[in-house]
């Protein structure tokens, strides 16, 4: 009787295995535009044209092409690195979704006794409270000179948040910002906001916080030296802790925020890796205030991470971007001693069609686009003033989407304002253009 009931429980398991294999399989494929673009064919001898060789596939054509990333990344998407490729610029292209998909299946799998061990931690934590991440962050902060932010360029829901603290930072006298996307080739404070200030500030959020940071008047600071010849990490952070040292020399009052990438702002060394936070403090016996934005959050940066997200948010309720606390003090709940504090985002959710985050805190509200033609693919709103005095292929949307949402409408997330409309096929060609204004 024993191994019967044993024959049993092993043969459940295997077909719950089994279900949860066959559900990835259909759950990985991409469906309706996304699927369009991943099986949209790469003969030279149609429309499409293959990359030159050494450019970047979002420079093909004229200006920056938002769909040519995804011909190519859909149909290579074997290695970690891959799909993290692929996720990094369906993100860019307004498909937060997807790319969160593609960014949690880059991860490799852990044993089955790790993930055993997740829940079994989960349940013995204790109580936790949950504080409000922007009331915390703000009052630590105010007695701050230098304060560190990361982000995962495939999970641009941290950059959304980054974005809403802007204003509140400038308020607390910070008036210098470093983003690690912005190119040293340009003076990014004179500079209109195109493709010229960095591959990824053609991402739309990040876009925005850039024109938000001149809005308010920050000065900002580019990543990196353009000549640099040996362009590894170590050089590159050394190089920007150097330049953020300097500034601090020269303006003994300067109060500086940064937003860099992962583990670049961690506190101390890691392996043969020093990052900038590091090389910072040592430079400046300043102890930089650092904020990891991409562990506890849909994706995280790691499976494990990944998992304990996932279960977290099962327990316990999280409506808003928050900070762990036990006894009114900040907790890793990773255990991560490389940051001074992790925030835990809420789940992200689904709304028309996408991200539910995009509303930027409300500063933001969906607007709803008829199709205007039976090739439509894809929607791009632009702001009016930047198309009078640039040249639109080299220009930055303030949101775009292939997405429709059930009623067949294309839902763009907006301010208040004027806006150009761009309306295209799947081979990105412009099949017309209206103008927009936003109440």
């Given at each position: 009787m024993?191994q019967?009931h044993s024959i049993?429980?092993m ?8 279900f949860?294999?066959l559900?990835?399989?259909v759950?990985?494929?991409p ?6 673009l991943?099986e ?5 001898a149609?429309?499409?044209k293959l990359n030159?060789a050494?450019l ?7 200006g920056?092409?938002?769909l ?5 990344y859909?149909?290579q998407?074997t290695?970690a690195?891959?799909?993290n490729?692929?996720a ?7 498909d937060?979704?997807?790319a969160?998909?593609y960014?949690?299946h880059?991860?490799d799998?852990?044993m089955?006794i790790?993930y055993?061990?997740v829940?079994?931690?989960l349940d013995t934590?204790g109580?936790?409270q949950l ?5 915390y962050?703000l009052q630590q ?5 230098i ?7 495939a999970?641009?829901q941290q950059?959304a ?10 308020k607390?006298?910070f008036r210098?910002l470093?983003l690690?996307w912005l190119?040293p080739l340009?003076n990014?404070n004179?500079?209109p ?13 990040a ?12 000065t ?7 000549s640099?010849t ?10 920007q802790?150097?330049r953020?040292a300097?500034?601090?020399q020269?303006d003994?009052?300067a109060?500086i925020?940064?937003l860099?990438?992962?583990a670049h702002?961690a ?9 900038l936070?590091?090389?910072l403090?040592?430079l400046?016996g300043i102890?930089?205030?650092t904020?990891d934005q991409?562990?506890?959050c ?9 998992y304990?997200?996932?279960e977290?948010?099962k327990?316990?309720?999280v ?7 036990r ?6 709940l990773l255990?991560?001693?490389l940051?001074?504090?992790?925030l835990?985002f ?13 509303t930027?805190?409300?500063s ?7 199709p ?5 693919f894809l929607?791009?709103?632009?702001y009016k ?14 949101d775009?989407t292939?997405?429709?949402d059930?009623d067949?409408?294309?839902?763009l997330?907006?301010q208040?304002?004027?806006?150009t ?6 081979h990105?060609?412009v099949?017309t ?6 109440q």
């Open positions: 024993h019967i049993c429980i043969k459940k398991s295997w077909l719950v295995l089994l949860l294999f559900h990835e399989l759950e990985a494929q469906a309706g535009p996304a699927l369009k991943k949209y064919s790469l003969d030279t149609s429309s499409y030159p050494g970047p596939a979002l420079y093909a054509g004229e920056l092409h938002y040519q990333p995804l011909y190519e859909f149909k998407t290695s690195s891959d799909k490729r692929l990094r610029h369906l993100a860019m292209a307004g937060h979704l997807l969160n998909y960014l949690e880059s991860y799998s852990m089955a790790a055993e061990d829940k079994k931690y934590m109580k936790l504080m409000d991440a922007s009331a962050i902060a105010a007695n701050e000179r304060v560190l932010f990361n982000e995962n360029a999970q641009l950059r948040h980054f974005y809403t603290l802007l204003e509140d930072f400038y607390l006298g210098y470093s690690y190119s340009v990014p004179t500079a906001v195109t493709k010229f200030l960095g591959y990824q500030v053609a991402d739309p959020i876009a925005e916080i850039v024109r938000k940071a001149k809005q308010l008047g920050f900002l600071i580019a990543y990196g030296d353009s640099i040996r362009k590894t990490g170590n050089v590159q952070d050394a190089v802790a150097s953020l300097a500034l601090l020269q003994t009052a109060k925020l940064v860099d990438e992962q702002i506190e101390r060394p890691i392996g043969n890796f020093t990052p936070g590091t090389v403090h040592r400046t102890d930089p205030f904020i991409t562990e506890l849909n994706g995280s940066s790691f499976e494990y991470g990944r304990f997200y996932q977290l948010v327990r316990i309720p409506e808003k971007v928050t900070v762990v606390t006894g009114k003090q900040p907790v890793s255990e991560n001693d940051y001074d504090v992790q835990l809420p789940p992200m959710k689904e709304k028309s069609g996408r991200a539910d985050w995009l930027l805190s409300g933001r509200k969906p607007v709803a686009v008829q205007a033609h039976r090739n439509l929607v791009q709103a632009y003033d930047e198309t009078f005095r640039n040249l639109l292929p080299n220009l930055i949307p303030a775009q292939y997405l429709t059930r067949g409408y294309y839902r997330y907006l208040p304002g004027k806006y409309l761009i309306f295209r096929d799947i990105y060609g099949l253009e209206r103008e927009l204004e936003v």
